[in-house]
């Protein structure tokens, strides 16, 4: 078995380990009201630094491409209260044409 799955294997189960662990949280201790904002919050921040690194970066570099276009799009799309289907088209509409016109 190569190293590299022996860090497959081992990141499974600590993950797993991670989630029964969270199963295991009293729940007098994740209704204190600082826990509860933290564990509301937290997929926010998650999902944010997801796609900041997906949009910005490509490998180890930081780049500014169409992805950056097409968040700007989405993000003035939300704020109008676009619905979501209106909100992804237009993001990759405008990715897509400013790809097209040359600007990778």
């Known amino acids: ?10 990141a499974s ?4 380990a991670q989630k ?3 199963y ?7 209704e204190q ?7 509301r919050l937290l997929p926010i921040a998650l999902l ?3 796609v900041a690194t997906q ?3 490509s ?4 780049v500014l491409d169409a992805r950056l276009a097409g968040l700007g799009v989405a993000v003035v799309l939300l704020v109008l209260r676009a619905p979501f289907l209106v909100v992804v088209i237009g993001a990759a509409a405008a990715a897509a044409a400013l790809r097209a016109l040359g600007w990778a």
């Open 1 to 10: 078995m190569s190293l590299l799955w022996i860090a497959v294997i081992g």
């Open 13 to 16: 189960v600590l993950s797993f």
């Open 20 to 22: 029964w662990i969270g």
């Open 24 to 30: 295991q949280a009293p729940q007098d201790v994740l």
């Open 33 to 39: 009201p600082r826990i509860a904002r933290i564990t």
């Open 48 to 50: 944010g630094a997801l």
């Open 55 to 57: 949009t910005a970066t």
């Open 59 to 62: 490998g180890a570099q930081i």
